[in-house]
């Protein structure tokens, strides 16, 4: 089955600083990529993804990057401030039958700390 | 457009005994996805289902089981409880089964 490996497990970053987060995946049938921002006592909120058919995936601070030969994807934070602190989790998901993703492998998360 | 739902958000269990949760996903959405978060092992697949059809299911023991129900919304199962089984389980919702929103889950402790 699917193996995600994510990097680092804590990051802390000043504020205005960028934070890159990396993950690997294992099977070379995934080909969805999200990322999950996950605060104290809540449940995961999807911020970003991207598909196989995409290198690169920008949504104002937030972009993602996938490289499929590799099996690498990445996620950027740009200018952080700290209510970008969180639990931040890369996923990943092959196309299941009936043309669907049904199945997310998660990395273990990131802890970012943004400092004032 | 209101979000996935979870009840109850909390619960205390004895081992031994069985427990249901229950999950509203997003109106329209026909796909749910069962997930159990823990310190040690972190977010894994319990079981997707989509109109009613269990179509996944994750390497959790026959103890976890789940039911959808015509109107979407679905229950999971967890019978003969064990401390291990003391975790975050999180109901995710989607349209297809693609992108998946999450509810804000129910603490399950078991004592």
């Known amino acids: 089955g699917e193996n995600v490996e994510q990097h680092p497990s804590t990051l802390s970053v000043q504020e205005g600083d960028s934070a890159v987060i990396k993950c690997t995946y294992s099977?070379?049938?995934?080909?969805?990529f999200p990322w999950y921002k996950q605060e104290l006592g809540k449940g995961p909120q999807l911020i970003i993804d991207i598909r196989s058919n995409v290198g690169e995936k920008k949504d104002q601070r937030i972009a993602v990057t996938l490289n499929k030969t590799a099996k690498h994807f990445s996620l950027h934070i740009t200018e952080t401030q700290p209510e970008d602190s969180a639990v931040y989790f890369c996923a990943a998901s092959p196309k299941g039958s009936g043309g669907s993703n049904y199945k997310l492998t998660f990395g273990k998360g990131t802890l970012l700390t943004v400092n004032p | 457009k209101a979000g996935v739902t979870q009840t109850p958000r909390y619960l205390i269990k004895t081992r031994g005994q069985q427990v249901t949760l229950s999950c509203s996903p997003i109106s329209g959405h026909r796909s749910v996805s069962w997930y159990q978060q823990t310190p040690g092992q972190g977010l894994q697949f319990l079981f997707e289902?989509?109109?009613?059809?269990?179509?996944n299911k994750g390497n959790f023991p026959g103890r976890f089981s789940g039911r959808q129900f015509s109107n979407s919304r679905s229950e999971m199962n967890v019978s003969t409880l064990e401390l291990g089984d003391s975790a975050l389980y999180l109901c995710?919702?989607?349209?297809?089964?693609?992108?998946?929103?999450f509810g804000p889950g129910t603490r399950l402790t078991v004592l």
């Open positions: 099977d070379s049938a995934s080909n969805y």
């Open positions: 995710a919702s989607s349209k297809t089964g693609d992108t998946q929103y």
């Open positions: 289902y989509f109109s009613e059809t269990q179509r």
